[in-house]
């Protein structure tokens, strides 16, 4: 439903416009080109399907031991060092609230650039990249509980599996 000329745009129209435009600035930094197709990196939590910019992930890797980070966010597990780099890790399932995964299940770290930093992510499982139209995302759901929209980009299908696009500058905010 289109809107009449004139009228105001709500909170979540505003919202959803902010992303797109962050997501658009993320993926096409030095591009000149008009974006057309956004290449996201998917992976899960559980059942749930979740997707990255591929231009944001640094590199997956097998989980290492952690280091405590006195005085660190609660939302920081800990600290690996890769490489000679020490990286702040962030378990999702933590962040968003759900239950941990056992601990014979292996997850992956998917370690990630941020601003002024890398960021690594206990996920469930790396799945694969998809290609994804730009005017396929939708925007976030309005939900109370579980991931909320503030951490996220938006939503697409693919194959009608449905991906929650991550917002992962918000992640530690």
């Known amino acids: 439903m289109e809107r009449p000329a004139g009228t ?4 979540d129209h505003v919202h959803f416009a902010s992303n797109q435009l962050k997501m658009g600035r993320s993926i096409c930094q030095g591009m000149n080109k008009e974006l057309t197709e956004i290449q996201l990196a998917c992976f899960s939590l559980g059942e749930t399907l979740f997707a990255v910019d591929i231009m944001r992930i640094r590199e997956i890797v097998q989980p290492q031991r952690l280091s405590c980070l006195p005085g660190s966010s609660s939302m920081v597990e800990g600290v690996i060092n890769l ?12 962040r968003f609230g759900l239950p941990p995964v056992p601990e014979d299940k292996p997850a992956k770290f998917l370690i990630v650039s941020l601003a002024r930093q890398a960021l690594a992510l206990v996920v469930d499982e790396v799945l694969e990249v998809i290609a994804v139209p730009a005017g396929d995302i939708k925007p976030p759901p309005d939900v109370d509980e579980g991931v909320g929209a503030e951490w996220l980009l938006g939503v697409c299908l693919s194959q009608e599996r449905l991906f929650m696009i991550l917002d992962i500058d918000s992640l530690l905010g």
């Not at 105001?8 to 909170?11: D, I």
């Not at 490489?83 to 702040?88: L, T, Y």
């Open 83 to 94: 490489r000679g780099n020490i990286i702040p890790v962030m378990n999702l399932r933590r």
């Open 8 to 11: 105001p745009l709500g909170h």
